[in-house]
């Protein structure tokens, strides 16, 4: 069975800080793939980044980093100097072998800038 | 905006009562997806369509049924609607059946009263 833990519920920092969201994941499949979402306050689900298990490369794109490490099952994702649109739900999910399809998503972090 | 589309955008109902969600997926895709995103339970795989067939199901009540036509856009319908039902409902779609990244609609929500 697949699980995503995204321990962290809310974290709020102030504008221009940087925040790091985890995510620990449980699969018994060796070629899988990991996902981020983010959800805004608007409510709809916005598609950050896919990465599959056989791609340790770190990645970032503009303000948006993510760290994957397989020895320890965590997919962290950061956001660099923080803004006020960086606020909402962001979520990390996986797509396994044996359930192909079937995104199994964590429960979410709120992230909370203040100017 | 992702492409995908999702009518209508706010649905406030009876319990007993029955209604229809609508998706249009991204041009090009083939696969269509639902998910169900409540306070209690969290962002919910239900159902899977690719190309007609349905592909994987979830945790899909029996009083949920869902297609996807021809022309590819889905609907999912809910009956004998409860207060518990009362959630946000999402359509995705991506190109193939299985790996490809699942970009989802603005997502309808849902009200029973």
């Known amino acids: 069975a697949q699980k995503v833990t995204q321990a962290q519920t809310e974290i709020s920092v102030v504008e221009k800080e940087d925040v790091t969201l985890d995510c620990v994941y449980e699969?018994?499949?060796?070629?899988?793939?990991l996902f981020w979402y983010k959800q805004p306050p608007s409510g709809e689900l916005v598609f950050l980044i896919r990465?599959?298990?056989?791609?340790?490369q770190n990645e970032i794109s503009g303000r948006y980093s993510w760290n994957f490490q397989k020895s320890t099952s965590s997919f962290n994702f950061t956001i660099t100097a923080s803004q006020v649109v960086d606020s909402a739900v962001y979520f990390c999910?996986?797509?396994?072998?044996?359930?192909?399809?079937?995104?199994?998503f964590g429960a979410g972090t709120q992230v909370v800038v203040t100017p | 905006d992702s492409g995908v589309t999702q009518t209508p955008k706010h649905l406030i109902t009876a319990t007993g009562q029955r209604v229809t969600l609508r998706c249009s997926p991204r041009?090009?895709?083939?696969?269509v997806y639902w998910y169900q995103q409540s306070l209690d339970q969290g962002l919910q795989f239900l159902i899977q369509?690719?190309?007609?067939?349905?592909?994987a199901k979830g945790n899909i009540l029996e009083r949920f049924s869902a297609q996807q036509f021809p022309d590819l856009h889905s609907e999912l319908n809910l009956s004998s609607l409860e207060l518990g039902d009362s959630a946000l409902y999402f359509c995705?779609?991506?190109?193939?059946?299985?790996?490809?990244?699942?970009?989802f609609g603005p997502g309808t929500r849902l009200t029973v009263t």
């Open positions: 990465r599959n298990s056989f791609d340790e």
């Open positions: 999910a996986l797509l396994a072998t044996d359930s192909w399809g079937k995104l199994q």
């Open positions: 699969t018994r499949d060796t070629t899988y793939y």
């Open positions: 995705a779609s991506s190109v193939g059946a299985d790996l490809g990244e699942q970009y």
């Open positions: 041009s090009g895709d083939l696969s």
């Open positions: 369509y690719y190309n007609g067939e349905e592909r």
